[in-house]
T-cell receptor, first 113, second 114 residues
Framework: AQSVTQLDSHVSVSEGTPVLLRCNYS??????LFWYVQHPNKGLQLLLK??????LVKGINGFEAEFKKSETSFHLTKPSAHMSDAAEYFC???????????FGAGTRLFVKA | GAGVSQSPRYKVTKRGQDVALRCDPI?????LYWYRQALGQGPEFLTY????????KSGLPNDRFSAERPEGSISTLTIQRTEQRDSAMYRC????????????FGPGTRLTVL
């Protein structure tokens, strides 16, 4: 069975400081992993995805994530937060060859001026 | 080109009524997904179509929920005899291929059951 755990429901950072949003997954098969972002009153947008190629994945807006199989983690990072990064972030897992996509509960990122 | 569209954007209905939610995927996208998102939670998988074939409906909560995609394009999610607990945001997504392809999400339909 698959599952996704986002370890923090809320994260607050100051503008210009690093961002770390944590995600752990459980999957019986080699998974594909994604991070999506949802801005207030807007739809879900893909930030980045891991599909068994390079373990360090770069996405849009300066975000990146590292797949660590030994730790079953796929944490999202950004070196310097911007006010426009304030949103809800979802870690997502899909098993390879499957389609039942599982979303985490989400982490709301607050960015202080 | 146009993204995924959903209609209506908002639906208010009375308990016991049937509702039909429509999803128009990106043209040429093979895969179509339906999700339900409760307030403060992540989207929850409901069902998946590959062309017109419903290949996974394991996320549909009960037999009041059904979905179809008869011509492999537009899809309809139908909820019969709605209940207050059905109130949520219903989201549709489409992707060009299968499994690992990026899913493109529509704006969602906010359903409120009174």
């Amino acid at each position: 069975a698959q599952s996704v755990t986002q370890l923090d429901s809320h994260v607050s950072v100051s503008e210009g400081t690093p961002v770390l949003l944590r995600c752990n997954y459980s999957s019986s098969y080699s998974p594909s992993l994604f991070w999506y972002v949802q801005h207030p009153n807007k739809g879900l947008q893909l930030l980045l995805k891991y599909t068994s190629a390079a373990t360090l994945v770069k996405g849009i807006n300066g975000f990146e994530a590292e797949f660590k199989k030994s730790e079953t983690s796929f944490h999202l990072t950004k070196p310097s937060a911007h006010m426009s990064d304030a949103a809800e972030y979802f870690c997502v897992v899909t098993p390879t060859g499957g389609f039942k996509t599982i979303f985490g509960a989400g982490t709301r990122l607050f960015v202080k001026a | 080109g146009a993204g995924v569209s959903q209609s209506p954007r908002y639906k208010v209905t009375k308990r016991g009524q049937d509702v039909a939610l429509r999803c128009d995927p990106i043209s040429g996208h093979v895969s179509l997904y339906w999700y339900r998102q409760a307030l403060g939670q992540g989207p929850e998988f409901l069902t998946y179509f590959n062309y017109e074939a419903q290949q996974d409906k394991s996320g549909l909560p009960n037999d009041r929920f059904s979905a179809e995609r008869p011509e492999g394009s537009i899809s309809t999610l139908t909820i019969q005899r709605t209940e207050q607990r059905d109130s949520a945001m219903y989201r549709c997504a489409s992707s060009y291929g299968e499994d690992t392809d990026t899913q493109y999400f529509g704006p969602g339909t906010r359903l409120t059951v009174l």
